[in-house]
């Protein structure tokens, strides 16, 4: 058996990214969440950093970035979950840990931090992503509103990516969410709240502590806090008068 070696870069900011020439950076979008990796007795395990089914937001900053970062550009993007050794990670010599997603709502697309490659099916790119122990904070992103998450499958593999026999694996989840900064409420992008964008707020108003859970009713879910209530009908009902 051989431990994993690692060494984790302390970071002093909230921005992940490659060095910027000439353009902003892309923003990790808040505190950064660690997915904690641990592999003891060949048992994979994961721990998320506080409230494991907290909501992160997507947030459009209107930037433009430089190099491989014009990935991000137009997009809604975090980078705050980010993968780190939890304490022993013991594989055997030619193992390594692996991510694949297990099912991932439709348009959340996933970019490795630093390279900005896509990964985890992201334009064709393999399912199977190999993390190389070091603290690293993907970036993922979205481009319409709404609710997205991602279930991902971590185990020990080969060097080809199959399972290692006799390890078992662990499985995370991990949420986002987008809502647009302008046009609150505009679901089909007409450029307006008009009568089909009301009738889809009141198909997915649920009242306080009700959570959800249907992708779209997110674009209604203003605060953030996983339901669509009142509050959402106080910020909605302006929009929806002006028209």
């Not at 808040?30 to 994961?46: D, E, F, R």
């Not at 297990?102 to 064709?124: D, V």
């Not at 709404?146 to 593999?157: F, Q």
Request: charged content about 20%.
């Amino acid at each position: 058996m051989k431990r994993l070696q690692t060494y984790i870069a302390l970071a002093t900011c909230l921005t992940i990214s490659t060095p910027s020439f000439g353009g902003a950076s892309p923003q990790l979008g808040g505190p950064m969440k660690h997915l904690q990796v641990t592999v003891i007795n060949q048992i994979v395990a994961v721990s998320i950093d506080g409230d494991p089914q907290e909501r992160l937001w997507l947030e459009n900053y209107g930037e433009t970035y430089p190099g491989n970062a014009g990935v991000l550009d137009g997009q809604s993007y975090n980078g705050q979950y980010g993968w780190l050794i939890g304490g022993i990670v013991d594989i055997p010599g030619g193992a390594g840990v692996f991510v694949k997603p297990l099912n991932q709502t439709e348009g959340l697309t996933s970019f490795e931090q630093g390279s900005y490659a896509p990964i985890f099916g992201t334009e064709g790119s393999s399912n199977v992503w190999q993390w190389d122990g070091f603290m690293t904070h993907n970036w993922y992103a979205a481009d319409i509103c709404g609710k997205y998450e991602a279930s991902y499958e971590v185990y020990v593999g080969d060097s080809s990516g199959e399972y290692w026999p006799g390890y078992t694996s662990d499985v995370v989840t991990l949420y986002w969410q987008v809502v647009p900064d302008t046009n609150l409420g505009d679901l089909d992008l007409d450029g307006d709240v008009d009568l089909q964008d009301f009738a889809e707020f009141q198909s997915c108003f649920t009242g306080p502590g009700e959570s959800t859970m249907a992708p779209h009713c997110g674009c209604f879910d203003f605060d953030g806090d996983d339901d669509v209530d009142q509050l959402d009908f106080e910020v909605i009902e302006p929009e929806f008068a002006s028209d």
